[in-house]
Each structure stands twice: as structure tokens, then as C-alpha cells.
């Protein structure tokens, strides 16, 4: 099972959940039976499933422990928050397996939007994510807005990290200049956090007066 989650990555890394051909991840996994991927995972949304709850385990983990240390620290500040949700995946950048589950990941979670995002999807390994994600919403207030920023966020990160996942499976960026850049996202994504929400007692600025915009 492990070649074909290896092969399952190599394709869905570089010709998308949906490009990638089943048979030729057989071929590559070394498998005789044509309908080796259907009789172990039930299909291609199983194999993308399957190789989440093989990468999900040491993050999920790895993001616990980081909790933990900001909580017994009593630090847990956005910032440091931001840190937590860059940093256990990350990690993942250093080897080339990890590397195809982020761009997996990052088409896996577009699916999903922003707003899905902030409650976690209902499978295994995303316990840190959901604690995460709360203390995170209650640090910004705990407003529909505050969720709204919080999914964006994650978005964010999954998004660009899967982009300098890219560089470096391309041959374009070194895993040094991807720890480097990941450094940098951990500001960018605490920006983001910490930008001033909107206002809900405010509406929405209305038109400036003028022509109307399609004849502008």
C-alpha cells in the first residue's frame, strides 16, 4: 500500500487530484492488479484521503506539542499562534513526500473555502487544527468575522507553502530558501490575523456618487 500512496503522490502532485491516471500510479506502484487502487482505498477520493491520514498523523502531533509550549509559556498571542499554524507543515518541505502532499493538500482545500476551514473537516488527525483554530478565534474576539479571518489564513498558509513546495520539486528553490520563506510567511500570516477586522455596525460604503461603474 505504501508504493501506491508514493506513486499516488508523485501523479497528484504534478497533474492534480483529478489528472492524475490511476493506471499509471499502478504501473509506477508496481501493482499487477488493475484494480489495485480501487480494492485497498475504494477509489481516487479514499487514495487522496488515504495519504492525508498518512501525512495528518506527525503534524497533527507536532502542532499538539507547539500548543502546549505556548500555553504552559502563557504566550499564546496571535503571533505566536500564526507560528502554530505555519510551522508543523512546514516542516513537511524538507523531503520530497512531504512536499507533494502540500500541493495535494492545497487543491484538496480550495475545495473545502475558507469558511470550512475554520472548524476543521470531520477526519482523523486535525484535533491541534480545530485547537488551533478556537484559541485563535477567541484571541481576535470571537466574531463571524474573526472565523472569517482565521479561514483565510489557512488558506493562506496551505496555499503559499504548497507554492514553495512547487519551486522546490521544480528545481527553482532550494529546501534552505524554503525554510526561509516559510519564516517570512509566519510575519505574513500574523499580519493577516492581526489586521484590523471590519466593523459590523458598519454597512458596506456605497457607491460614490458619479456615473454608474459600468460606464466608468
Same mark, same amino acid.
Given at each position: ?25 499502478? @504501473? +509506477? ?38 500548543? +502546549? ?18 510551522? *508543523? ?14 500541493? @495535494?493538500?492545497?487543491?484538496? $482545500?480550495?475545495?473545502? /473555502? ?20 478556537? $484559541?485563535?478565534?477567541?484571541?481576535? /474576539? ?10 483565510? %489564513? =489557512?488558506?493562506?498558509? @496551505? ?7 512547487? /519551486?522546490?520539486?521544480?528545481? =527553482?528553490?532550494?529546501?534552505?530558501? %524554503? ?23 458598519? *454597512?458596506?460604503?456605497?457607491? *460614490? *456618487? /458619479?456615473?454608474?461603474?459600468? =460606464?466608468?
Amino acid at each position: 500500500m505504501e508504493a501506491l500512496l508514493r506513486a499516488a503522490e508523485h501523479h497528484m502532485a504534478w497533474h492534480g487530484i483529478e489528472g492524475a491516471d490511476l493506471k499509471a500510479i499502478q @504501473i +509506477d506502484a508496481g501493482q499487477r492488479n488493475k484494480s489495485a487502487v480501487n480494492y485497498h482505498f475504494g477509489g481516487r477520493d479514499g487514495l487522496v484521503e488515504a495519504i492525508g491520514i498518512w501525512h495528518r498523523g506527525p503534524i497533527d502531533a507536532r502542532r499538539s506539542e507547539l500548543l +502546549d509550549r505556548l500555553e504552559a509559556a502563557g504566550t499564546t498571542d496571535v503571533a505566536d499562534l500564526a507560528g502554530a499554524m505555519v510551522e *508543523p507543515i512546514s516542516e513537511c518541505l524538507a523531503e520530497e513526500s512531504g512536499r507533494r502532499y502540500v500541493i @495535494i493538500l492545497a487543491e484538496a $482545500m480550495a475545495r473545502y /473555502g475558507s469558511d470550512l476551514l475554520v472548524d476543521a473537516a470531520d477526519v482523523p488527525h486535525v484535533e491541534s487544527t480545530r485547537r488551533l483554530n478556537r $484559541m485563535l478565534v477567541d484571541e481576535l /474576539g470571537g466574531s463571524a468575522a474573526a472565523r472569517r479571518r482565521v479561514g483565510h %489564513a =489557512q488558506l493562506v498558509t @496551505i496555499t503559499l507553502l504548497a507554492d514553495t513546495a512547487r /519551486g522546490v520539486e521544480s528545481g =527553482q528553490r532550494s529546501v534552505r530558501h %524554503a525554510r526561509r520563506r516559510s519564516r517570512e510567511l509566519v510575519g505574513l500570516v500574523a499580519a493577516l490575523l492581526t489586521a484590523p477586522l471590519p466593523d459590523p455596525r458598519r *454597512p458596506p460604503n456605497p457607491d *460614490p *456618487p /458619479g456615473r454608474p461603474f459600468a =460606464q466608468r
